[in-house]
């Protein structure tokens, strides 16, 4: 017990030298340049949380390159712990993440800005490690710890006994937000301002410039025969005027005859070497043979890779403004309005998000079977088929998304005046 007093005392006095350290490095490093926030977050007074929801504390944005959703949690947005009940912090946490957790998902933390004045206790976060049972745990695939201090690591040991050796191997710490580009989609991640100018102060000041992963490479042509990164534009004249994209023809060709009655389909990652020697087969013009890897849930993470990887999502950057517009469409009239949305994409994209969206309007028929109900895998596809030219998806944004794409999935026969063709299911 004394020990951990101890622990706990050395903790304090760690988080109060970071405080001074901060303020004599706000004095003597000059101001980074102004950097804009990542994203606007305007919660609905109506949210169930709105009163912890409003300070931006927790953001949902998007997957990382594997297809798993992203957690964010900024401790630059706590307000001082007078203004904050924590117990409502923790049941939004759980809020938060109960949406996702039966899916894999990645939790982003960003250490700066925690202050003495505004940090929950230690004993808050051994509550709140209590209250996280097996079912948030299991799932989750990494926790990025992004400009980790000394208090961390006296943290780290303090929860050291309780902690699993498991657990404790998802930890990854992230000096640099340039360190994060490697894992995550970094275009769509939630960024507090307050964060971006705290790394470019740390990067001035570290002798002889930025480290060397913050220069990036000038980008090299595409191949003629890449899928990956590329439009659907360049991917049709490349492939002979192939409208539908291979990776999207052959995975979904796949999942038909393989993956329809799988339970989860679409909530699972796989192997990131895997899929990385996948990608690059197909960016060689090489054939993949799925058969071989006897495991559906890589076609499925190849085809939510694909998506994410369009340098203009499928529905178009145009197309975002008017998915936000939706919650204010009366619920009887969203699906009319879902069908003019479509019905003036380029008919290029239309005819793609048809062949995708029939084929998951299939997915949705056996949910008793696969439990992808049309409204689980808006969760998982939505923000995989739009997102702003500019900055991230707020957690408040998802919700017209989600509803969106639900639409689009359970009344796909009403939204695009069309039948899906019976699929050959492999018994």
Request: proline fraction near 7%; include cysteine; charge should be positive.
């Amino acid at each position: 017990m004394s020990a951990l007093l101890d622990l706990e005392q050395l903790a304090e006095i760690e988080l109060q030298k970071e405080e001074e350290e901060d303020e004599e490095q706000q004095r003597s490093v000059p101001d980074a340049p102004s950097v804009p926030l990542s994203s606007t977050f305007s919660p609905d007074p109506s949210h169930p949380y709105y009163d912890v929801a409003r300070h931006g504390i927790i953001q949902v944005s998007g997957d990382d390159n594997y297809g798993r959703k992203l957690i964010v949690f900024s401790s630059c947005c706590l307000p001082p712990s007078h203004q904050l009940n924590h117990h409502r912090l923790l049941e939004y946490l759980k809020f938060t993440l109960d949406q996702y957790v039966e899916m894999d998902y990645i939790l982003v933390y960003f250490h700066y800005g925690l202050r003495s004045s505004n940090k929950p206790s230690l004993k808050w976060l051994r509550e709140a490690y209590g209250e996280f049972d097996r079912k948030y745990k299991k799932n989750l695939k990494t926790l990025y710890v992004v400009h980790p201090t000394n208090f961390i690591r006296v943290v780290w040991n303090i929860f050291k006994p309780v902690l699993s050796h498991k657990f404790g191997k998802k930890l990854m710490y992230m000096n640099y937000l340039a360190e994060l580009r490697e894992h995550l989609n970094y275009e769509q991640l939630f960024i507090p301002a307050d964060v971006l100018r705290h790394d470019e102060k740390l990067r001035a000041a570290q002798k002889g410039g930025p480290p060397p992963s913050v220069k990036t490479p000038p980008p090299r042509p595409p191949l003629p025969t890449q899928q990956f990164g590329v439009s659907l534009q360049y991917i049709r004249e490349k492939n002979r005027g192939a409208v539908i994209p291979p990776v999207m023809s052959q995975t979904v060709t796949y999942l038909k005859q393989k993956g329809l009655k799988t339970e989860g389909i679409f909530r699972r990652s796989a192997q990131v070497q895997v899929i990385k020697n996948i990608q690059k087969l197909y960016d060689l013009g090489k054939l993949v043979d799925f058969e071989q890897y006897q495991d559906v849930h890589i076609p499925a993470v190849i085809l939510k890779t694909f998506l994410r990887d369009l340098p203009e999502p499928l529905l178009t950057f145009r197309v975002y403004n008017q998915v936000q517009e939706m919650l204010s469409v009366e619920s009887s009239l969203r699906v009319t309005r879902c069908k003019q949305i479509v019905e003036g994409l380029p008919e290029h994209n239309f005819i793609v998000v048809k062949y995708l969206m029939c084929f998951l309007h299939m997915v949705s028929q056996e949910s008793i079977i696969n439990r992808m109900s049309s409204s689980n895998l808006a969760c998982v596809f939505g923000v995989n088929l739009v997102w702003p030219r500019h900055g991230s998806i707020s957690l408040t944004a998802l919700t017209p998304i989600n509803i969106f794409t639900e639409i689009l999935i359970e009344h796909f026969i009403t939204v695009f005046s069309s039948r899906c063709p019976p699929a050959q299911v492999t018994p």
